[in-house]
């Protein structure tokens, strides 16, 4: 990830995307979800009733902070 002139190496895509929103998100479940499979977490509830359009919506209740993920994305 590069930050102006200063580049970060993150050991994993998890950590990675932890670094960039502020939230660890279960990177495994959220393929899963992109796909409209019902991967299910502990703390997390994907609402997949729009990803055929596109649209995926997953909140984290547990632990707290509360987090919300919201993705649109394009199939191709």
Do not use: C, H, Y
């Not at 909140?59 to 199939?75: D, K, Q, Y």
Request: charged share 25%.
């Amino acid at each position: 990830m590069k930050n102006g002139n200063e580049t970060r190496r993150f050991e994993s895509l998890s950590a990675l995307i932890e670094a960039a929103t502020g939230a660890a998100i279960p990177v495994g479940a959220l393929f899963g979800w992109l796909a409209g499979r019902d991967e299910q977490v502990p703390g997390w509830r994907a609402n997949l009733a729009q990803v055929d359009a596109g649209r995926l919506q997953a909140v984290r209740e547990s632990p707290e902070p509360r987090a919300e993920l919201r993705v649109i994305f394009e199939r191709a």
